[in-house]
């Protein structure tokens, strides 16, 4: 059973920086994708930013320029470096992809942006 563990959510002043860590454990066999996907309080989860198996990268229109996903496989973790904070960009930050052919969750780490 594969499991994601997310790390590095905080309180952090707009304009701040932070860098989320996803790490995935258990047996695994492929990792297709992993990326990120944040909610805010009584709203919808949304995605943030993808990486690829074979590197490719996308990003939410809302975050592009300011952040940064970058998986690294030889650890089956993926990281968001996240620059020029926002409070809109305030939420759970939640950690999914597909491993072993099979979506995955992680439980979240909370992201908080004040001004």
């Known amino acids: 059973q594969v499991q994601l563990v997310e790390s590095g959510g905080g309180l952090v002043q707009a304009g701040g920086s932070l860098r989320l860590a996803c790490a995935a454990s258990?047996?695994?066999?492929?990792?297709?994708?992993l990326g990120w996907y944040r909610q805010e309080a009584g709203k919808q989860r949304e995605y943030v930013a993808v990486e690829t198996s074979d590197g490719l990268k996308d990003y939410a229109d809302s975050v592009k320029g300011r952040f940064t996903i970058s998986l690294d496989n030889a650890k089956n973790t993926v990281y968001l470096q996240m620059n020029s904070l926002k409070s809109a960009d305030t939420g759970v930050y939640y950690c999914?992809?597909?491993?072993?052919?099979?979506?995955?969750w992680g439980q979240g780490t909370q992201v908080t942006v004040y001004s």
């Open positions: 258990g047996t695994i066999f492929s990792i297709d994708a």
């Open positions: 999914g992809g597909v491993i072993n052919s099979e979506t995955a």
